[in-house]
């Protein structure tokens, strides 16, 4: 089968599962032969041997059920990063680099500064700081051994040294610490959202968070004044239609000076809060003082 014509059945076969069928079928067929997409639109006459053709078509099946392509391929870019990515991880969002660009600002070039992640999947967010802020000394929790296995192997690959990774239910693990950032791309999807139904090949509880889907940032912000510093900052992603509940779960919770952050499309996507500087904290709570 030539690849022209190989493109053209695969195209067809997507069509139906994809928004970008053609687009997915060249991808597939370059990770099937290993080549750059250039290649195909410069050799639409090659043929494919039966290797080639049984890997490139198993792909495509995968596609066909609903697979993301970071899955498939194991790969995902990432803030200029290329990330290891499992169906023990989220895929990675474009949208969630609006948190990374809206931390980075908060982070010194060329001081000390304590960040945390909480819930960091493949450790996309944690990377990304940690490769813009050499002087920044991070940690990140995830609940899942099994995600943290593939954000370790993201670190290693990405040579960066100034992340630490430890397995627990969101702040337990790091209780007796204190940080001057903290920032989490928790789940957010209502539990009834037939969103779900799209994306059932990722962690489901990277995802979903209750009847509202505000289960997880309620915890957040609870949780998270009593490890951070007088002035630190909270940064948590949400849904586009989630800002105000978010802020009232935030100033409920105590936070100061809330702030939501659109993405590139101009939906609300970031919320920032920071602990007031005249505080007492009682068991993860922040109360007026």
Known sequence: MRIDDALARATEQLRAFSESPRLD????????LDVQRSYLFAHPEDTLDSAAAERFFSTVARREMGQPLAYIH???????????????TLVPRPETETLVQEALTLIPRNESCDVLDLGTGSGAIALAIASERSMAQLVATDISESALVVARENAQQLELLNVRFV??????PVGDQSFDIIVSNPPYVRSSDPALLKLKHEPVSALSSGEDGLAAIRTLAAQCG??????????????ADQQEAVADIMAAAGW?????????????RVTTASRPAAAAIDEGHIEGS
């Open 74 to 88: 194991g790969k995902k870019e990432f803030w200029s990063l290329t990330l290891t990515v499992s169906p023990d």
């Open 226 to 239: 009593a490890i951070i510093r007088p002035g630190g900052t909270l940064l948590i992603e949400h849904g």
């Open 167 to 172: 397995q627990g239910d969101w702040v337990e």
């Open 25 to 32: 079928a060249e991808l597939l067929l370059t990770q099937a």
């Open 256 to 268: 100061a000076d809330i702030r939501c952050i659109k993405d590139l499309a101009s939906k609300p």
